[in-house]
Structure formats: C-alpha cells, structure tokens
C-alpha cells in the first residue's frame, strides 16, 4: 500500500521554524565572520611630522587625551597613504603639504594605540602654509616647535617614540 505523505498544520510549522532557523543560523555565522574580519584585523592610519623651511616641527594638542601629538589619522576606504597624510595634515592644522620627504617607520604593536590595533605609518613631511585648526573637535590647539624645545615626554599614544626615532635618524619596523 502507499504511503500517502499528507502535511498537517503542526508539520508546516514545525518544517517552517527549521526552515527559518536554518537562515537564522547561517546568517548568525556570515555575521560573525564579517564582524571578525572587521574587527580582528589592524586598521591602517598616518602620523605625520611636519616640518617648517626654518626646522620646526608642528605638533597638535588633541582633545581626548589633552596631550600633544603628531597630526595623523585613519586611512579612509579607497584612500592611498599619501592622500591620507595631506587630507589629515590639512584637516588637523591647516597646512598644506609640500612633499613626503621620507618614511620614519612603521608601528604596528597591538597596544600602541589603547582605541584600536592599529598600523601607523610615519612619514616626514614638508609644508607651509599658515597654522589655522579645521577640526576643532578633535584638536584644541597646534603649535611649532623647534626641535630642541619638543616635548618628547607625555606625547599621545607612541608619538614619542616615533618622534624620538625621526631626531635619532631612524627608519623602523616595530
């Protein structure tokens, strides 16, 4: 005799909720991997060291940690680091770039930056211009100094260091 396959309301339910389930699932695991790539991964940023024709060097005194730092920034989607590098320079003092005169280094040491992993690339720059703050948000003030009146000690995040790598001549990977 034949088997007649004849669904009941109960059987539809409970084929729809593993039907939906299984979609609930497979997204929960195309999340998860999106968000683990997102954030599992370092972000790329700039740190740039302006320099003046006359030697001084421009640093900006940021808001949330009300230190000092080098003007730098997030590499935007699609943005090359040069392009980066003018963009947060201009954004952060107000100066335009020159030229990039040399790489000072790499920093990528995951608690360099207690925000987020990130790799910073620090370059020496050229500029000129005239010091005007265009994001107030972020930078409460910006001054140039010269090299002998820095302050090295209490800079933000690694800035320090990487200050400290650029007046020893240093080109790092760290």
């Known amino acids: 005799m034949a088997e007649l396959n004849v669904k009941t309301p109960s ?3 409970v084929g729809l909720f593993l039907g939906v389930n299984y979609v609930i699932k497979r ?5 998860k991997s999106v968000l683990r ?17 006359d030697g001084r060097i421009v640093l900006a005194r940021r808001h949330d940690t009300g230190r000092w730092a080098l003007p730098g920034g ?3 989607w ?11 320079l201009r954004e952060e ?3 335009e770039l020159v030229r990039i005169s040399r790489l ?4 990528s040491h995951p608690d360099r930056d207690p925000r987020v992993h990130s790799i910073c690339v620090v370059v020496e720059a050229e ?7 265009q994001d107030e948000q972020e930078i409460s003030e910006v001054e140039a100094f010269n090299p002998n009146d820095l302050p090295l000690v209490g800079l933000s995040y690694d800035n320090g260091k990487q200050l400290k790598n650029y007046l020893d001549g240093l080109t790092i990977l760290a």
């Open 93 to 95: 003092t107000g100066l």
């Open 78 to 88: 699609g943005e090359e680091i040069a392009t980066t590098v003018r963009r947060e």
């Open 74 to 76: 997030m590499v935007e």
């Open 127 to 133: 500029v000129q211009g005239e010091i005007q703050i």
């Open 11 to 13: 059987s539809r339910v």
């Open 37 to 53: 790539i997102i954030f599992r991964h370092p972000v790329t940023g700039t740190c740039i060291i302006p320099i003046f024709a």
């Open 27 to 31: 997204l929960y695991y195309i999340t």
């Open 104 to 107: 000072v280094g790499v920093y």
